[in-house]
Nanobody, 123 residues
Framework: QGELVESGGGLVQAGGSLRLSCAAS????????MGWFRQAPGKERDFVAA????????FYADSVKGRFTISRDNAKNTVYLQMNSLKPEDTAVYYC????????????????WGQGTQVTVSS
């Protein structure tokens, strides 16, 4: 099945930066598009960003466009989310996902998920 493990979350002040990592193991995730979602308390899990298998194309939610950057290193089987200019509304558990089928902005489309990493942005 494979496994996805997120890391890099934490507490940061508004305006700060964090870099999340998602390490994949158990199968070659370089064969799959990868994505990031987030879930704030009491809310649904929302699409954040996605990247194609080679990294040639990236996609972002409007709320993070221009502030977040998704990238991948297929040699390391790892995908990253660089988050700059963080805002308190970015506070959420961030999840890595792989192998979408269908509408990639919907969490129903993704077959594999990590356990999540907490990001908290203080004002």
């Amino acid at each position: 099945q494979g496994e996805l493990v997120e890391s890099g979350g934490g507490l940061v002040q508004a305006g700060g930066s964090l870099r999340l990592s998602c390490a994949a193991s158990g199968r070659t995730f370089s064969n799959y598009p990868m994505g990031w979602f987030r879930q704030a308390p009491g809310k649904e899990r929302d699409f954040v960003a996605a990247i194609t298998t080679t990294g040639s194309d990236t996609f972002y939610a409007d709320s993070v466009k221009g502030r977040f950057t998704i990238s991948r290193d297929n040699a390391k089987n790892t995908v990253y989310l660089q988050m700059n200019s963080l805002k308190p509304e970015d506070t959420a558990v961030y999840y890595c996902a792989a192998d979408p089928e269908g509408t990639f902005t919907s969490d129903d489309a993704w077959a594999s998920w990590g356990q999540g990493t907490q990001v908290t942005v203080s004002s």
